[in-house]
Nanobody, 124 residues
């Protein structure tokens, strides 16, 4: 069983910043997903265990940065220039295998392990 714990969510004004953390073993590929009310869960960003690969959804490119500190078993999602449409519950998820040549890493169904989620609310 892989345990993932997110933290760092909260309420912020548009244009502000938040940093989310996910306590996760260094052995896993980590994806950040988000789900807004009435919408499907969507891929936000991903990072390989070795930090050699990262990717972002088009909607967050240039504003969000994913990183990890394997010594601390923590993955971060730095979110800048936040917009009201970024409001959602944010989840981190883990998987063991990464194939960056396919799009499987953006599909929530390819991640066996999930955290409980942390709420991010951006006010206008």
């Amino acid at each position: 069983q892989v345990e993932l714990v997110e933290s760092g969510g909260g309420l912020v004004q548009a244009g502000g910043s938040l940093r989310l953390s996910c306590a996760a073993s260094a052995h896993y590929v980590i994806g950040w997903f988000r789900q807004a009310p009435g919408k499907e869960r969507e891929f936000v960003a991903g990072i390989s265990s070795s930090v050699s690969w990262t990717d972002y959804a088009d909607s967050v490119k240039g504003r969000f940065t994913i990183s990890r500190d394997n010594a601390k078993n923590t993955v971060y999602l730095q979110m800048n220039s936040l917009k009201p449409e970024d409001t959602a519950v944010y989840y981190c998820a883990a998987k063991t295998v990464l194939d960056p040549t396919s799009d499987s890493y953006v599909r929530s169904t390819s991640y066996p392990w999930w955290g409980q989620g942390t709420q991010v609310t951006v006010s206008s």
